[in-house]
């Protein structure tokens, strides 16, 4: 496909998002209930006078009766979006309630986005100073420099609030964490290196002042922008902020000041820095090439000419990612949480130390999973976190609270900060990150050849489409050529991209291979040796099946067009289950606050004491691969022998089974799934074993299990996964009827994946 039709569906493929099911990205949920009058009488007249009166009386009592100390203002006037320019307020909407739902993602912080009509400086200001006490803090986004400066030192003073400019402080906060580490790692001290900052803008100003607050000292630094080197009595491109980091020294270009420096940190643009320039630094320079989307040199590039090196960049394909995301949300809900009246130095650089402290701990499953291939081990190569770090939420708000409480700015510190740690893990779940870890794990290594069974399907092409191009493996289309190539046509879709394969089992070279494979499972069974011809050439599952199990492909994925257990019985037929396994299907729930795993959601009718076992046992191991550690309840509509019947009898002796086998994981029961999930239920129960409340519930039956998943499902605010295939020899997957091509690619990615864990058995 024309590189200008790609870059027109991509552009479709955004507004689509942005428009469907409904236009935007944010809406707003009550936090009460509204059920009765009772209930709105209580939220607005007469019952909200109480609180009016109280705030009336102290400004403060806001953050006691309102959202405001978990509402952050995401406010901009479009001078400066992203790296388009000044296309006006309006037209930074878009990203202004993007950046509220990574507030929301990621910090579970209310946002309301605003975008001022004005280009003027001291409009903007005069506006967000009568709305800025609406919010717990205010987050300024997209101005442009030098106006930004003005307009954050202006309202720091004029607001009682947190006031933080993102694009200066965001980099600044994440790369200081880098540097620290960096110099960790080479053995410098960071008040002895030679640093060059190239890119005069807001993150480049924010940058050079916060690495000095850390230690870098000034007479050490050489700042440059598009007029070369900023030297004291420079008379050209000078206003203030520059000013201030002016240095005495003979350089005039970025080639001077680069010999036998130790660092480079560029937030200034593609090719800025050139290979010629890195052959003069130090040793083992610290390179932070952060331009985007292409940084001023590509750690290609550098190490052509410096293996020593140390590299940073700001995309998500390379080591060492500079992401503001890394920084922002961690920031706010720290300060928010005690009610900070502003972010000061100190607590910036307590963000950046957190980040280059956090880099440095024992990397958890969670955050391993996604860097398969790659050792994630504090060095070289990991001097920042992953933005999907689970511990973040918990690890670095507190050191910002601190930082906060010890400079005086705190209006309400934190007593224990202990328990603030564990409300915050409470406070969001890591589960959100569950699909971008597998992900992340499938492309660090994308050598898996995923066969697509029903290849001839436009949901299945735009999948497999989407697969290849994400950089997630090989895939395999299987199907008439013509028809699958006239389908990705009508799609706007061109299959010859990204090493997608089609293949037509009538024409296959492969045949003979399959048939013999299939009909010496199947001869003692009841078919004839054309039965089986006839399967491999016409039944997709059949022939699918067959290439992953003679290892012409690594995994597969079917399930659009035919119910869940034909296709399973299909692939049954051609490949067995694990060794000493179980097939089943666990469904993940990615509910707030956790992520919780359901078996059997798909295979086992009326499982019996010893099948509950082993569907424990198998979806233990599962949860494991997935970076879990599994805390297994049998469900039942009793309590620990109340009331009596049968089936709670079954749950009762897989638990005997279970002490007597010896299992390597937690497990309890019988139990109902409110004693399971609930802490607060356990006084009751003291002689309960689970050490935390259960993530792996064992379902008396499938029909329980398919009810339970479905119901939660469509009540909302919970996100089902699967049910994943687990307990075959070979990795398989089966989609619902009729699924999205989102879940298509979600279950092709959890194959892949399952095919790596494999791989590593």
Not at 152 to 181: K, Y
Not at 499 to 518: F, K, M, P
Not at 682 to 702: G, T
Request: aromatic fraction near 6%.
């Amino acid at each position: 496909m024309p590189l200008q039709d790609r870059r027109a569906r991509d552009e479709q493929e955004a507004l689509d998002f942005h428009r469907y099911p409904q236009p935007g990205k944010i809406a707003i949920a009550a936090t009460k209930p509204m059920a009765t009058q009772r209930d709105l009488s209580l939220a607005y007249s007469p019952g909200v006078a109480a609180p009016v009166r109280k705030i009336a009386d102290n400004p403060d009592a806001a953050y006691d009766y309102t959202s405001k100390g978990n509402l952050v203002g995401v406010i901009s006037n479009g001078t400066a979006i992203l790296g388009l320019g000044n296309l006006g307020s309006l037209a930074s909407k878009p990203v202004m309630e993007g950046k509220s739902v990574l507030f929301k993602r990621f910090a579970d912080l209310d946002s309301f986005d605003i975008e001022v009509a004005t280009s003027d400086a001291d409009a903007f200001i005069e506006v967000v100073r009568h709305i800025g006490a609406t919010f717990g803090g205010v987050n300024l986004e997209d101005i442009s420099s030098p106006d930004c400066f003005r307009i954050e030192a202006a309202l720091q003073d004029l607001l009682d609030v947190p006031v933080f400019h993102d694009d200066q402080h965001g980099t600044a906060i994440i790369c200081s964490a880098g540097l620290i580490n960096a110099c960790e790692v080479t053995g410098r001290k960071i008040g002895d290196v030679r640093l060059v900052l190239c890119g005069a803008g807001a993150a480049g100003l924010g940058s050079i002042t916060l690495m000095k607050a850390l230690g870098v000292r000034a007479e050490n630094t050489i700042l440059v922008d598009i007029d070369g080197v900023v030297y004291r009595g420079r008379p050209v491109g000078m206003d203030q902020w520059k000013a201030v980091h002016a240095t005495d020294t003979p350089h005039r270009t970025l080639a001077q000041a680069l010999v036998n420096a130790d660092v480079f940190i560029g937030v200034s643009a593609r090719g800025v820095l050139t290979k010629d320039m890195v052959a003069t630094m130090a040793p083992n320079p610290i390179i932070f090439a952060m331009a985007n989307p292409d940084p001023e040199i590509t750690p290609e590039e550098v190490l052509e000419v410096r293996q020593d090196a140390i590299i940073a960049t700001g995309r998500s394909d390379y080591p060492n990612q500079v992401n503001n995301i890394l920084g922002f949300p961690y920031i706010f809900r720290g300060a928010l949480d005690v009610q900070a009246r502003s972010i000061n130095h100190e607590m910036k650089v307590a963000a950046a130390q957190a980040l280059a402290m956090l880099a440095r701990e024992d990397v958890p499953d969670e955050v391993a999973i996604a860097c398969q291939g790659r050792q994630l081990k504090f060095g070289r190569d990991y001097i920042i976190p992953s933005p999907f770090d689970p511990r973040l939420i918990w690890f670095v708000p507190p050191f910002v609270a601190e930082a906060a409480m010890r400079s005086g700015v705190a209006r309400r510190p934190i007593a224990d900060m202990n328990a603030y740690r564990a409300q915050l893990r409470r406070r969001l779940d890591p589960s959100a990150a569950f699909l971008q870890t597998i992900t992340d794990a499938v492309r660090s290594a994308p050598s898996k050849r995923v066969v697509f069974a029903e290849g001839e399907e436009p949901s299945v092409i735009r999948a497999a489409y989407a697969f290849g191009s994400q950089g997630l493996g090989v895939p395999v289309l299987l199907g008439r050529e013509n028809l699958v190539r006239a389908n990705a046509e009508e799609a706007g879709l061109d299959v010859s991209e990204f090493g997608i394969e089609i293949v037509n089992a009538r024409l296959s070279d492969r045949n003979g291979a399959y048939v013999d494979h299939l009909y010496g499972r199947l001869q003692r069974k009841g078919y004839l040796k054309r039965d089986i011809q006839r399967l491999i050439n016409l039944d997709r599952n059949s022939f699918a099946g067959a290439m992953v199990a003679l290892g012409d492909a690594d995994a597969m994925v079917t399930g659009v067009t035919r119910n869940f257990d034909q296709c399973l019985e299909e692939v049954s037929r051609v490949m067995d289950p694990v060794r000493g396994g179980r097939v089943l299907g666990l469904s993940v729930l990615l509910a707030r606050g956790r992520t919780i795993f359901v078996a059997d959601t798909s295979v086992s009718e009326t499982p019996s004491a010893e099948d509950l076992v082993e569907i424990a046992c198998e979806a233990a191991a599962a949860v494991r691969r997935l970076g879990h550690t599994p805390r297994v309840a049998f469900l039942s509509n009793a309590s620990f022998g109340h009331p009596h019947g049968e089936q709670p009898q079954s749950a009762r002796r897989a638990v005997a089974l279970l002490d007597e086998r010896g299992a390597d994981f937690e497990y309890e029961g019988e139990m109902p799934p409110d004693v399971a999930l609930d802490r607060a239920l356990w006084e009751s129960y003291r002689f309960q074993r689970l050490s935390e409340p259960a993530n792996v519930l064992i379902m008396p039956a499938v029909h329980s299990a398919a009810v339970s998943t479905k119901l939660v499902q469509a009540l909302g605010e919970v996100a089902v996964v699967g049910p994943i295939l687990v307990g075959l020899c070979c990795p398989v997957q089966i989609c619902g009827l009729g699924d999205s091509v989102s879940r298509i690619l979600t279950m092709a990615t959890l194959a892949a994946f399952e095919a790596q864990a494999m791989g590593a058995r």
